[in-house]
């Protein structure tokens, strides 16, 4: 049976209950994520759909406020209705989990799920200006606010977003929205391999043309983007977005940069926003299997290094976003879990998450990043001060 | 000297101790690292809201994360209070000592310890002063982007304590949003390192929690920041208007235009003529307030974004526009903006106010801010970011008539309610220190603080870290 709260005072009720009991909840959206984190020890599901609906909508002062259990969807909808987006793109993640349903605002928040856009604009947890959760002694707390700029006490905001259901029941979230970029380009330079790719993008991130998207698509992959419509050879990305006049002058001071490193050639607004979707939603592995997929977070210049280190070893195949500091990773075989982490760790640090694996697999590998000791007991100390009795999602974190 | 905020009662069991626990930290670091004597404590008894004073026990300028660690780890054993400082510019009373803490200035911490293009990240030690960093890779091209006014002064420590703002983050973000990584010392002087050069934390976002925690959870010694590469170029641009209800209308329609400049100041008149006086940059002094409005990007780009922002000016009213006609012009702007608090400071004794409220509230409380100084018989001068809401008003009165500040004090407090009221905040950027403290309760209700104590607990059991300041004294909950 699943729980499904009406109110936040169902909500409330549901969990001070459950704390009573010891009951564990498995809290979710619309489960789209299903599968992320670890294995957890059996729970009760309870999902914010019945918590849905736009509270406050001001297009002029860029905020929404919404019900958590609010259709992603619906609000996308409503935003372009009024030439507004979340800068932060909240990547679908239905294709590469395999799952079913809509996914909620309040899922995309609690997983911080962002998109191409993350490294330069900021994360879902950028954009989170304020909340209303339950904590795990069903008590309502709310959280920052809905301006801007907000320095009043601890940011239990960015501690929420991202906390994967484990800290607290989102019921309200109010966030930040931007316009709609007037326009959008996409330069693709052609036949680069990793490296070289790695270098590009880091040139064209020191020009001063605000480049909103840098990924690099190696041969295995490339021809899985726009139908297979990119030139052939390995294909770097680079997205600019703004005012027309802007965008045309700034895409040929782009190009002409990048023809150093090899052929140029340009993609209009409507294949742009094509394959950055494609990229945000990691298209390639979204292919019905349950192979392993990782996502690493590295420094830029380090993910070309880390997975040519792997490939040595191992079954492997990668594309790269963020300038090559997010690697999407889709493993033969074995997930590998330590020698990945250790060449992470070699490179400087970062960390890999397991997004999707077999059943099997998922119950031998730590889904998360291991965290050093001391933070450990920290990050411990600090759920036991939001979820005293351990109620939410037990042992998918930790 | 103003009393009505307190202070934590001393604790007996540190002040009877002084002299051994200054016997022990000589132990601890090197004699140029301690201040002990009570002239040289001085310096360290307050800082930019210099009505209250206190002088410390003792103060440690530690030169690396190890020595630090080492007094934290002293400090915790004991039960000493510890008040972490930068530059000592905080606003709201965040580095204001008290009688029985140690204060840890982290000056002598002042290295840029990496800079990587590649990554665009700096590393650098936590008494690096804000503005050094984007001194240190202009040259190349690229800059970091919060630029709190006292950036000539502030470090990029304090920044990470406060979450601190600055005029650009209308576009680029808070210092939340800029910083990557720390190296951070716990309260039982163990070190951990959250986050670095990748994005986005492994686990709780720990980093997220501690930037703006006002010193609380730890002493950060290190961190990584994001740099961006340097737009083509800026011009900031002056908008005239008869009255402060145009200029805020035309604020709203900017930003509800789509049109996202990199700044937007507002100045009302007593702020133009009192920054007018000290930088000479040109502000028309017929008006009743002034927007500064900043684009950038390429020639092209600017002369877009400027005929769309004049075109809207001229739907208020707008009486004078004058575009900066070179970068001595530009530079001359942005100093009078940015001297506002330091040339207020030479006619009067001021507090700031730092509420943040919708945009689409602006004109209301600025009409209802002036009600309020009305009443108190005082004088104010609003200069602040517009284009976020993040108001500041400049309350002016006299030092030395402690009924005048008693006053500015409570007409403050009632301005800093009718923000929370307007659906804002009580700060934006400064922090709460000792200033906003006892006016928590007005933003938030019994549960919320709660909460929010219970996650400090879980960082300081003994609540050693800074600990007059944030949450009210009273009603806090035991361990």
């Known amino acids: ?136 002694r069903g008590e309502a707390i709310r959280a920052g606010g809905r301006v801007m700029k907000n320095v009043t006490g601890l940011d239990l905001v960015k501690l929420l977003a991202g906390s994967q259901g484990t800290l607290g029941f989102l019921t309200e979230v109010t966030f930040r ?222 | 000297m103003a009393d009505t905020i307190s202070f934590l009662k001393p604790r007996e069991s540190v002040l009877s101790r002084r002299a051994a626990i200054i016997a022990d930290l000589t132990e601890l670091l090197p004699p140029e690292c301690l201040v002990h004597e009570a002239r040289e404590l001085v310096p360290f008894e307050t800082d930019a809201f210099v009505s209250y004073r206190r002088l410390p026990l003792a103060v440690a300028l530690p030169k690396t994360t190890a020595q630090v660690a080492a007094v934290m780890k002293y400090c915790n054993r004991y039960g000493i209070p510890v008040v972490p400082r930068g530059a000592g510019t905080s606003l709201s009373g965040g580095a204001i000592p008290q009688e029985d803490a140690v204060v840890l200035g982290l000056s002598k911490m002042s290295r840029i310890l990496e800079v990587d293009y590649a990554n665009r990240t700096a590393t650098v030690q936590a008494g690096v002063t804000n503005l050094n960093i984007s001194e240190a890779v202009g040259i190349d091209g690229f800059f970091y982007a919060p630029d709190p006014s006292s950036q000539l002064a502030c470090t990029i420590g304090g920044n990470i304590g406060m979450n601190s703002g600055g005029a650009h983050c209308l576009k680029y973000g808070v210092t939340t949003n800029n910083l990557l990584g720390v190296k951070m010392v716990l309260v039982d002087g163990t070190v951990i390192e959250l986050g670095g050069k990748h994005l986005d934390a492994a686990g709780y976002d720990l980093l997220g929690l501690v930037c703006g925690s006002e010193g609380q959870l730890g002493i950060v010694t290190e961190a990584v920041v994001r740099l961006i590469a340097k737009p083509e170029g800026a011009r900031p641009v002056l908008f005239g208007f008869d009255t402060s209800e145009h200029a805020g209308a035309c604020v709203a329609d900017i930003i509800g235009s789509g049109i996202i ?138 030092a030395n008539d402690p009924e005048d500040a008693a006053r500015a004090e409570e007409a403050g407090n009632e301005i800093l309610k009718l923000c929370v009221d307007a659906g804002g905040c009580l700060t934006g950027e400064h922090g709460v220190g000792i200033e906003k403290r006892d006016l928590m309760r007005h933003q938030y209700s019994e549960a919320d603080l709660n909460q929010q104590m219970a996650v400090r607990y879980a960082f300081d059991e003994d609540w050693i870290l800074n600990p007059s300041k944030v949450f009210p004294l009273d009603g806090r909950p035991a361990a």
């Not at chain 1, 059996?42 to 958590?68: F, H, Q, R």
């Not at chain 1, 609010?70 to 909240?90: D, G, K, W, Y």
Request: net charge negative; with cysteine.
């Open chain 2, 261 to 398: 400049p990199v700044a937007i100041e507002f100045m009302d008149k007593p702020a133009i003529e009192i920054c007018e006086a000290f930088a000479h940059a040109g502000y028309p002094l017929d008006v009743e307030a002034l927007l500064i409005v900043e684009v950038e990007g390429s020639e092209a780009e600017m002369d877009a974004m400027l005929k769309a922002i004049v075109e809207i000016a001229g739907r208020h009213g707008v009486k004078t526009v004058r575009e900066s006609q070179s970068a001595t012009e530009a530079a001359l702007i942005w100093k009078g903006r940015k001297s506002a608090f330091g040339a207020t400071g030479r006619i009067a004794d001021y507090i700031c106010m730092d509420g943040t409220v919708p945009l689409g509230k602006l004109s209301y409380v600025l009409n209802k801010t002036s009600e309020i100084i009305d009443r108190f018989g005082l004088r104010v001068a609003n200069v602040f970011h517009a284009g976020d809401g993040n108001m500041h008003p400049l309350i002016l009165f006299n």
């Open chain 1, 177 to 398: 929205v931007l316009p709609v970029p007037q326009t959008a380009e996409t330069i693709v330079i052609s036949g680069l391999d990793d490296a070289a790719a790695a270098k590009a993008m880091a040139a064209a991130m020191a020009l001063p043309v605000e480049v909103s998207g840098a990924a690099h698509l190696p041969q295995t992959v490339r021809f899985r983007f726009l139908g297979g419509a990119l030139p052939s050879g390995e294909a770097t990305v680079l997205r600019l977005e703004g005012l027309a006049a802007s965008v045309s002058v700034r895409a040929e001071k782009l190009a002409a940069v990048m023809e150093a490193f090899g052929p140029v050639s340009r993609l209009g607004l409507e294949e742009s926003q094509t394959l950055w979707r494609q990229i945000r939603d990691v298209y390639p592995y979204s292919d019905g299997t349950l192979k392993p997929v990782w996502r690493v977070s590295i420094a830029p210049s380090a993910g070309h290094q880390l997975v040519a280190a792997l490939r040595l070893e191992t079954g492997v195949d990668a594309f790269y976003d963020w300038q090559g500091g997010l690697v999407w990773m889709r493993m033969e075989a074995d997930p590998e879990a330590d020698l990945l982490r250790r060449y992470i760790r070699a490179l400087g640090g970062g960390h890999a998450t397991l997004l999707r694996a077999s059943d099997a697999v998922r119950a031998q590998t730590q889904a998360f990043e291991p965290a050093p000791d001391a933070v450990a007991a920290l990050s411990a100390r600090v759920k036991q001060k939001l979820d005293p009795a351990g109620i939410f999602c037990p042992g998918k974190m930790g």
């Open chain 1, 1 to 136: 049976m699943t729980l499904i709260p009406n109110s936040e005072a169902d909500a409330a009720y549901i969990i001070r209950n459950a704390a009573n009991d010891g009951k564990k909840l498995a809290l979710c959206g619309g489960n789209t994520r299903a599968g992320f984190g670890n294995s957890a020890e059996p729970a009760e599901m309870m999902n914010s759909t019945g918590l849905s609906g736009i509270v406050d909508y001001e297009p002029a002062e860029m905020v929404m406020t919404v019900k958590a259990g609010t259709p992603v969807a619906e609000i996308e909808a409503t935003l372009a209705a009024n030439r507004q987006i979340m800068a932060f793109e909240p990547m679908d993640h239905r294709g590469v989990m395999g799952t079913l349903g809509e996914p909620t605002i309040g899922g995309v928040f609690a997983a911080n799920v962002s998109g191409p856009r993350r490294f330069v604009s900021g994360a879902a947890r950028d954009s989170l200006l304020g909340i209303r959760f339950i904590n795990g």
